[in-house]
């Protein structure tokens, strides 16, 4: 029974809505009101910055969290703020649910990189997977020049595929793993932090059958075979095993399709290249 109120709390967060009155905020009395703030509390108070401790800047967010509105938007105010305040703005607006969306949405477009990338982390563990959501972070990757921040967008979809697939939202699956596509490249030397992210992208997206398509099923093969990153590899290697659990058979049908298109291309350079060196006989 102790353990109850948490476990609603934990199923409201994998559907991606907070019930309309969390219970265990019920029984201590706290008002629902839009815009309200908790009984007994106040006014609403804000993060304290780098002279408080992280544990009363986290407890201060996840209070603001259960503020409604105006508790909200002092969490969005404080991810504006240094980086101690903003790490922990951004816990409470995970704890916020798919109320602070609104609010969120406009920072993936903030001048500040950090902003942008704690936004994306914030937005991808309170809402819930959905089409907007979704066309939110490809607007936002596409925009994107900081690599850092695309990788940071790629682990804040790393949350929404593994919900999505959950939750058997398919769609929302395919997205994620169309979005992380031109990421999909094995690297010669050295590790890539959005390679990497982009390769869990497809593994929480893929399910337990490996379901991803032929297009990623394709480039994790080449990974898994040229890249010199570990995890890049590992990931890749753990997709392609599901899938051919799921499907036995279907690596070596696509291996030996792409080993005929490599030889077929082979040929006509061959033959193009004859062609360019030798003369025309007239007649």
Known sequence: EEVEPILQDIRAWLRGHWLAQPS???DSGVADAGGGDMEGTGSIVEIPGPEASEVERIAAAYTLARQQLAGRQALVRALL??????????YGLCAAGPQAMPLLLPLLQHDSPRVRCLSAIALSESSRPCAGLMDAFASAL???????????IMQALVSVASRARALEESDVCKRCVALVLPYLRPVRSGCTWRGESACLVVLMAGGL??????????????????????????????????????????LEEIQGDQERRSC??????????????????SE
């Open 209 to 250: 059958h490996g379901d991803v398509g032929h297009e990623a099923t394709v480039a994790l093969m080449s990974i898994w075979e040229k890249t010199s990153d570990p995890y890049m590899a590992s990931f890749a290697e753990e997709v392609l095993q599901r899938i051919h659990r799921s499907i036995p058979g279907v």
């Open 24 to 26: 265990h905020e019920a």
């Open 264 to 281: 077929e291309k082979k040929l006509r350079l061959g033959c193009d290249q004859i062609a360019a060196h030798v003369p025309l006989v």
């Open 142 to 152: 596409q925009a994107e020049k900081v690599p850092a921040v695309e990788a940071g």
């Open 81 to 90: 703020r240094g980086e101690a305040e903003a790490r922990a703005a951004c």
